[in-house]
């Protein structure tokens, strides 16, 4: 359970570790903005804890960078900005909660609990492969926060692929795991498909997804 924490003020930055780390949680922390974002992008962390305004880079525009990259990670902004507006600004940015300066530490606790919580939930039904996202609940698809439209059968077969990410995949695999065929019909119906697939999510982006891998079948690996 690693949280990252990017906040300026020590005395609060103080309080929220002391306050989480009793409760069994790691805290990295950071005191400006452009350190604190370097470490959102690159770490895993289950939450981000992340003030408003910042020195270097802006608590939203953290926010903003990281869904941009495909980042889903569950964010909590602290603002003494806590009017109405400001609120639906920092939502709307991407931040996943909101909570006004001066808090209670025990509500900012329990929210991040509740983030946690949510998260732990969603990764049940979601799939990520790099900035490639796919829900399996609505079976839709988006790579770097962009929608990504599917027919039902591609999405099977971009599903197949991602719970086999960085395995070889045979046709005979594909087949079998999205056609429900177990013989070899003799047709380019595989190739076919992933032609298209590899049209919708690799087209525009800089790093292919999909790969094949000549004579046996084909990969999906960063």
């Keep these: 359970m690693k949280l990252l924490l990017i906040e300026d003020d020590a005395h609060v930055a ?3 570790r002391s306050a989480l780390q009793a409760r069994g949680y790691s805290v990295e922390h950071h005191s400006d903005g452009r350190h604190g974002q370097e470490a959102a992008l690159l770490g895993d962390h289950s939450v981000i804890i ?3 305004m910042l020195p270097g880079v802006d608590g939203l525009d953290i926010v903003n960078t990281l869904r941009r990259s495909g980042k889903s ?3 909590l ?3 003494a900005l806590d009017s109405v507006d400001e609120r639906v600004k920092g939502l709307r940015a991407g931040s996943d909660d909101y909570l006004g300066k001066p808090f209670s530490i025990e509500e900012l606790v329990a929210r991040v609990e509740s983030l946690q919580r949510r998260a732990a939930s969603s990764a049940l039904t979601r799939l990520r492969v790099e900035d490639l996202e796919l829900d399996l609940l609505e079976r839709k698809a988006s790579r770097g926060g962009r929608r990504i439209e599917l027919t ?3 999405f099977r077969l971009l599903e197949f692929l991602a719970r086999h990410t960085g395995q070889v995949v045979t046709r005979a695999m594909l087949l079998q795991g999205v056609w429900d065929i177990h013989y070899d019909p003799q047709t380019n119906v595989v190739d076919v ?5 590899r049209q919708a999510v690799d087209k525009d982006f800089e790093k292919p997804l999909i790969h094949t891998v000549r004579g046996v ?3 999906l690996y960063p």
């Design 77 to 79: 902004v602290l603002s």
């Design 193 to 197: 498909h992933v032609s298209r697939l």
């Design 50 to 52: 992340t003030d408003r």
């Design 73 to 75: 990670t569950p964010v």
């Design 152 to 154: 039902a059968r591609e």
């Design 217 to 219: 079948g084909y990969s």
């Design 14 to 16: 103080a309080e929220i």
